[in-house]
């Protein structure tokens, strides 16, 4: 079982970026697939895009285009999201999970980033 | 992108009922559907994926059907553990869109 743990709760200024780290354990990461999910304060999950890190691989959905990037480091099996021009309604917990090879199902989560941004 | 209309998005039912929630994909996507549950300060736990199979670990009461644009989520005898917000999910392409979800709280 992979096992997903994310870095601390960060307060952030409107403009600014912000990047969230999931380091992973228990497993091969190169071979698996990572996506990102935030979901705003009382509202539902938003898929925001994933990484492929065997082919270093990107795809993100089309409303955080050119204002996220998604990278992963293999050499310590972790991967990162980063987020620019931070507004308001970017405050939310942001995700980490690991999708499974052949489903595609997300089997792992991390525990969560929150993000709050305010000036 | 692939819409999934979840529905109810709230209600209410007591220990020991049935609960079906319905989601509807805005176009065929098979089986490429996974239920999650989410529980207040938690992230999402898989309980279902390829519409039908159930996650290693997840209580044979939640059961999955459909495929194509119509899928269901059942719990066949409510807990109280059992009381939370359910989200599906399509893994046909990206991007991976969720329902709404539902809310399932105690009467």
């Known amino acids: 079982q992979v096992q997903l743990v994310q870095s601390g709760a960060e307060v952030k200024k409107p403009g600014s970026s912000v990047k969230v780290s ?7 990461f190169s071979t698996y697939t990572f996506s990102w999910v935030r979901q705003a304060p009382g509202q539902g999950l ?22 996220v990037t ?4 293999k050499s310590t099996s ?18 980490c999970a ?19 941004v305010s000036s | 992108d692939i819409q999934l209309t979840q529905s109810p998005s709230f209600l209410s039912a007591s220990v020991g009922d049935r609960v079906t929630i319905t989601c509807r994909a805005s176009q065929a996507i098979s089986s490429y559907l996974a239920w999650y549950q989410q529980k207040p300060g938690q992230a999402p736990k898989l309980l279902i994926y390829a519409a039908s199979t159930l996650q290693s670990g997840v209580p044979s009461r939640f059961s999955g059907s459909g495929s194509g644009t119509e899928f269901t989520l059942t719990i066949s005898r409510l807990q109280p553990e059992d009381f939370a917000t359910y989200y599906c999910q399509q893994l046909y392409t990206n991007p991976l869109t969720f329902g709404g979800g539902t809310k399932v709280e105690i009467k």
């Not at chain 1, 999931?22 to 091969?28: E, Q, V, W």
């Not at chain 1, 499974?100 to 792992?108: A, F, G, L, M, V």
């Open chain 1, 22 to 28: 999931c380091k992973a354990s228990g497993g091969t």
């Open chain 1, 46 to 67: 938003e898929w925001m895009g994933k990484i492929i890190p065997i082919f270093d691989t990107t795809y993100y959905a089309q409303k955080f285009q050119g204002r």
């Open chain 1, 70 to 73: 998604i990278t992963a480091d």
């Open chain 1, 78 to 95: 972790t991967a990162y999201m980063e987020l620019r021009s931070l507004r308001s309604d970017d405050t939310a917990v942001y995700y």
């Open chain 1, 98 to 116: 690991k999708e499974d090879n052949i489903s595609y199902q997300h089997d792992s989560w991390g525990q969560g980033t929150l993000v709050t």
